[in-house]
C-alpha cells in the first residue's frame, strides 16, 4: 500500500516475539527478511519512554548491545529492527512512505505516449486448461440423464460419466499453512523494481508457472513508463521504468461472446525498497494465487469471467494498474471483446491483527468518516477487524455481497469506509477542495479503477485492507524492514484466511459459480 506514516509511542510488546511464534514452529532458512534469523547481531530492541521510565526488551548482553544502550540513553525516541535503525527521514528517501493525493492525481495524467502505445501482452495457454467453453453446455446449468444416483449424508450424490456432481452449494477453504508456505515461497524478499533484475525476471516466471498449473490462461503485460518531471524524486525527474503485470483468466460461461461479464481479483506484488513486504503485499499476492488454485481445483465453474492480476509498481503511485486499465482492460476486454466490467477486488495487506483496546489508531478518520471511528471507539479501538474501501452508493453492491458472505463477522468482523467520493475524475477535479481531503483512500490500486484517465470513465472497486499503516505493531514497520517474516503468525494467518474464505464465497455468488469437486 502507497502509505503515510503514522506512529504510536513505542511500547515494549511482547507480542512481537518469537519463542511462542506459530512462524518458527515452521522450519525454514533465515535470511534478511526473517525477523528473527540468528547471529549474535540479531536482536530487536523497543523503548518506551513514559514519566522517566524506560522499558527494555529483548536485548542480548553483548558489548554492541551495551554501546547502543548508551546511545539510547541519549535519545530514546528510536526503534531498532535487526540491528538497524529504521530511521523514516532515511527510509523517505528510499520509499516515499507519504502518500501525496496531489502527486498522484498530477501523475495520473502522465506518461501520455507511453500509456497508448500498444502493450505487450501475450497470452500463454497451459497444458491442462481448467475448463473449455463446451463444458458449460453440461455444466453450467445441470440437466442431464446421470448414470447413478445414490444417499450420501442425508443429501444425494448424482455421478456421470464426467464428473461427479453434489447439488449441494460447496465454497472451498483455504488453511494457514498453504498462506503460510505461498508467502515464504514468493513474497519474503524485497520486490522493489529497482532490485536485482534476474531474481526478478525469475520471481515473475515462477508466478506465471503457478497460474499456468492451475489450467489459467497467463500472460505478461510488459509497460515502460516514460521519464516525467518529479516534485517528489531526487533531481526533479523520475527515471524510466519498465515493469511486469500478471494477468491470469478463468473464463466464464460466456468468455468470447456479447454476453461475456468480468470480476477481477488483483493486488500488488512489489515493494518499497528494503522491505521485504510480506505484509505489505505478499499477503495480497498471496490471496490471490490462493482464490485461483482453490476455484480451479474444485472445479468452480462461473456464469461470469474472472481475471486475476498481480499488479506492478504500486509503490510508484499506482502506476501497475493505471497502466494495466489502460493498457489491457479498456482496449482489450470492454472495446475489442465487448465484454461488461462488473468490478474488482483489490486486496492490499490482509496480515496485520491486534486484539488489545487503542491498538486501532483513528486520529486521520475523524474528519473524513466520524462515524466510523466512533463505532471502533466504541469497540475499544481494537485492531481486530479487516475494511473494505468503497465509494459512498457507487461501489456499495460489491460490499453488499462481500459483507452477505463474510465469516466469522464477530471475531474478524468487516467494517466499510466509505467517503462520499464522485463517480468521475473531472467531479473531483472541478471541486478540489472539497474532495482532496479524501485523498487518503486513493493510495491503492483500486483508485486506477475508479479513476481512470479516460474521459467519463469510471470502474466499481474496493479495497480490502488491514489498515496496517494505522493499526499497533505495523504502523511500526510499514514500508521499513521490519515487515518481515515475523507476521507469519498464527493469529495474523487466521485473520489473513478469513479473508480469502470469505472473498472465494463472495465471488462464487456475484459471479454465479458453483463449484463441482469436494477435493
Known amino acids: 500500500m502507497e502509505g503515510l506514516l503514522n506512529g504510536f509511542e513505542v511500547k515494549h510488546d511482547d507480542n512481537l516475539s518469537s519463542s ?56 530514546i525516541n528510536i526503534v531498532f529492527v535487526n540491528g538497524e535503525d ?32 500498444e502493450p505487450t501482452v501475450i497470452f500463454h495457454e497451459p497444458t491442462k486448461p481448467a475448463q473449455q467453453y463446451g463444458d458449460f453446455d453440461k455444466f453450467g446449468t445441470v440437466q442431464y440423464k446421470p448414470f447413478q444416483i445414490y444417499p450420501n449424508d442425508g443429501g444425494m450424490v448424482i455421478t456421470s460419466s464426467m464428473l461427479e456432481v453434489d447439488p449441494r452449494p460447496y465454497r472451498p477453504v483455504t488453511s494457514i499453512d498453504i498462506l503460510n508456505q505461498t508467502i515464504r515461497q514468493y513474497f519474503s524478499q524485497s520486490r522493489h523494481w529497482s532490485d536485482d533484475k534476474m531474481y526478478m525476471r525469475d520471481l515473475r516466471e515462477n508466478l506465471k508457472e503457478k497460474f499456468l498449473s492451475f489450467g489459467l490462461k497467463t500472460a505478461f503485460h510488459v509497460f515502460k513508463t516514460e521519464e516525467t518531471p518529479s516534485k517528489v524524486y531526487q533531481g526533479g525527474v523520475k527515471k524510466r521504468q519498465s515493469a511486469t503485470n500478471i494477468i491470469s483468466i478463468l473464463p466464464g460461461k460466456y468468455r468470447g ?17 528494503k522491505s521485504c513486504g510480506v505484509d505489505d503485499n505478499g499477503s495480497g499476492s498471496a490471496a490471490v494465487i490462493e482464490i485461483a488454485r482453490l476455484l480451479t481445483k474444485h472445479k468452480c465453474y462461473f456464469n461470469k469471467t474472472i481475471i486475476f492480476t498481480l499488479f506492478d509498481l504500486e509503490e510508484e503511485y499506482l502506476k501497475g494498474s493505471k497502466y494495466f486499465v489502460q493498457q489491457y482492460l479498456l482496449p482489450t476486454e470492454i472495446r475489442k471483446n465487448q465484454a461488461k466490467f462488473n468490478g474488482a477486488y ?8 491486534n486484539t488489545t483496546e487503542e491498538s486501532q489508531s483513528l486520529r486521520d478518520f475523524w474528519p473524513t468518516l466520524p462515524g466510523f471511528v466512533e463505532e471502533v471507539k466504541e469497540a475499544g479501538a481494537r485492531g481486530n477487524f479487516m475494511t473494505a474501501w468503497s465509494r459512498r452508493n457507487i461501489d456499495h453492491d460489491l460490499f453488499y455481497f462481500l459483507e452477505k458472505n463474510w465469516k466469522n463477522k464477530y471475531l474478524f468482523p468487516i467494517k466499510l469506509m466509505d467517503p462520499p467520493l464522485p463517480t468521475y475524475s473531472h467531479d473531483v477535479a472541478r471541486n478540489w477542495s472539497k474532495y482532496s481531503k479524501y485523498g487518503t483512500f486513493a493510495r491503492s490500486d483500486h483508485a486506477s479503477f475508479w479513476y481512470p484517465i479516460e474521459k467519463d470513465t469510471t470502474f466499481r ?3 480490502l485492507s ?35 474464505d470469505s472473498l472465494i464465497a463472495t465471488i462464487l455468488d456475484i459471479g454465479e459459480g458453483r463449484c463441482f469437486a469436494r477435493k
Open 20 to 75: 511462542n511464534g506459530w512462524h518458527e514452529s515452521k522450519r525454514h532458512e533465515p535470511n534478511e527478511c526473517d525477523g528473527h534469523s540468528n547471529g549474535s547481531a540479531r536482536y530487536m530492541m523497543m523503548i518506551h519512554h513514559n514519566n522517566n521510565n524506560i522499558g527494555l526488551c529483548r536485548c542480548l548482553p553483548t558489548a554492541s548491545a551495551m554501546f547502543i544502550l548508551f546511545a539510547v540513553i541519549i535519545s
Open 86 to 117: 529504521v530511521d523514516a527521514a532515511a527510509q523517505a528517501s528510499n520509499s516515499n512512505p507519504t502518500w501525496n493525493f496531489s502527486v498522484w492525481w498530477e501523475e495520473r495524467t502522465m506518461d501520455s505516449k507511453q500509456l497508448y502505445n
Open 257 to 273: 461472446t456479447l454476453r461475456d461479464e468480468i470480476y477481477l481479483i488483483g493486488a500488488h506484488y512489489d515493494t518499497v525498497r
Open 346 to 353: 483489490i486486496m492490499d495487506m490482509l496480515l496485520a491483527y
Open 461 to 463: 472497486a474496493i479495497l
Open 466 to 500: 488491514d489498515l496496517g499503516p494505522w493499526r499497533r505493531d505495523m504502523s511500526f514497520h510499514y514500508h521499513r524492514v521490519g515487515d518481515d517474516l515475523r507476521w507469519l503468525r498464527r493469529e495474523n494467518l487466521e485473520f489473513m484466511k478469513n479473508t480469502v
